[in-house]
């Protein structure tokens, strides 16, 4: 049988198939098939050339690798602290997020510390980066820049260097080898390139960040098959209306993953903000009915976010249930059971839900404010400023622990919070909770419901 000479390789995910179909069958994207020429296979193995593996103990080995701190606490948080040498970092984002800008400071403020960072764009311009890094202050940098897409040149001017602190690609997606007969851009370009820079950081002993642009869905085309030969993935969020951006870690082999960095897009480049939950906050108007705020928790850090509702009478058809910041999944079932254990009856009512802020919350401990910001709104009652929730929903309606709550406690009373509403405690090691700040355990929805609707009784 002859072996096909080219296939159809999935833009978005990355499957192969031998003909061309309309619809991926591994990711279910449309359209997403690009014809693309077989890469060359290595010839069989030679008989007698393999040689013995070595096998050794569980004792002894190598101890931990030195980091190369960047000097910005928020990057160097997400990356389990620093630059690891001759490790390979793929940071992903939608184009114009800032990816660029942070990869500038980052490799600027490395140079000032006297390292040597060499930046090769794709994208932009020598004159370009030169304005981009006049706006930010870093132009006295001693940073070497180069622009540039074809990997074999590249590879040419790193070969020889053995005192490189870090090399920053950007972007993956441009790059070129004239080996592969695709595009740049297409999943075989962007995996030789990749497999041939990594090759090379490995070999080297430099750090590598490959910059990729992803898209809006969150997952990262193209660059996706990256993932696995990676050490670290770090995503770049958030959206252009907001100002602030969150640096995620998805993978680290080095570090702790869904470490997040938070940053403040400014004139000046992205300022790190050491503390969120105030950034957060900033804008929340006390007093307001539908609006509660979250103890949550983000990696290690603490972060207070606000949860907005806001419930309008349906005009007929089904309700629209519309969701920013959180799983609307989530939000369907946190309605159901409130309906059907709590006897908050939403089921007539278009339900919108906001984190404020832009940042996405993925924690179930968030169920209680949510709750707590429906049941705000259905009753049309604020909660007590100066109150915070946490805590996991369950399907019959009772209020489940959730991790960490002692820093999620220190975080709110930090912030000026004299309350807070969480799930009781059965048995058990005892909370430590910080002197001063009031609690409020609940065991079941009902308890939560009853609060807004006694304090609406009371006003009346
Ligand atoms: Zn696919």
């Known amino acids: 049988m002859a072996k096909p000479v080219s296939r159809f390789v999935c833009q978005h995910c990355g499957a192969a198939y031998s003909k061309w179909i309309g619809r991926c069958e591994a990711c279910g994207e449309w359209n997403t098939l690009v014809e693309e020429a077989v890469e060359a296979r290595p010839g069989a193995p030679r008989a007698g050339s393999a040689k013995r593996v070595a096998f050794v103990g569980l004792q002894g080995g190598a101890a931990p690798p030195p980091r190369e701190m960047v000097g910005i606490a928020e990057l160097d948080r997400v990356l389990g602290g620093g630059f690891v040498p001759a490790s390979v970092v793929l940071v992903g984002g939608d184009p114009g997020i800032g990816k660029s800008t942070l990869m500038l400071q980052a490799a600027a403020t490395l140079a000032r510390a006297g390292k040597r960072v060499r930046y090769v764009s794709g994208e932009e311009s020598i004159d370009q980066i030169r304005l981009r890094a006049r706006r930010l202050g870093l132009e006295d940098a001693a940073l070497e820049l180069a622009a540039a897409i074809n990997v074999r040149d590249i590879a040419a001017a790193l070969e020889g260097e053995r005192d490189l602190g870090l090399v920053v ?3 993956i997606q441009t790059m070129w080898l004239d080996t592969v007969e695709s595009a740049p851009g ?3 370009q962007v995996r030789a390139a990749g497999f041939e820079l990594i090759r090379l950081a490995k070999a080297r002993g430099f750090a590598l960040v490959l910059v990729g642009h992803v898209t809006k869905e969150g997952a990262i085309a193209g660059p996706r098959v ?5 050490d670290a993935v770090l995503y770049f969020e958030g959206d252009r209306g907001h100002q602030f951006r969150i640096l995620r870690a998805v993978k680290n082999r080095f570090g702790a ?3 997040i960095g938070v940053f403040e897009m400014t004139e000046a480049g992205l300022a790190e903000v050491p503390n969120p939950s105030a950034l957060f906050l900033a804008e929340r108007r006390g007093n307001i009915a539908g609006s509660a705020v979250f103890a949550g928790l983000e990696g290690t850090r603490p972060v207070l976010v606000e949860v907005q509702a806001l419930l309008a009478p349906n ?9 920013v910041g959180w799983d609307s999944g989530r939000l369907a079932m946190l309605l159901a059971v409130l309906d059907s254990r709590a006897g908050l009856r939403l089921s007539g009512s278009d339900v919108y839900l906001n984190v404020a802020g832009g940042l996405r919350v ?5 169920d209680l404010a949510v709750a707590a ?3 705000s709104a259905a009753t049309e009652t604020p909660a007590s400023p100066g109150l915070v929730y946490f805590g996991e929903v369950g399907l019959s309606g009772e209020v489940r622990q959730v991790a960490q709550a002692e820093a999620r406690l220190k975080e709110a009373q930090k912030l000026g919070f004299a309350s807070a509403c969480l799930p009781r405690r059965v048995g058990g090691r005892k909370l430590l909770a910080p002197e001063g700040l009031r609690l409020e355990e609940i065991g079941h929805l009902t308890d939560l419901v009853a609060a ?3 304090k609406r009784a009371a006003a009346n």
């Open 169 to 171: 690609i950007d972007s």
């Open 186 to 188: 297409s999943v075989s």
């Open 226 to 230: 990256l993932e696995h030969m990676v």
């Open 257 to 259: 993953t869904d470490e």
């Open 315 to 323: 005009s007929g058809g089904s309700p629209r249930r519309s969701v």
């Open 362 to 366: 993925n924690e179930p401990a968030a």
């Open 373 to 375: 910001a429906l049941a």
């Open 452 to 454: 807004f609707t006694g």
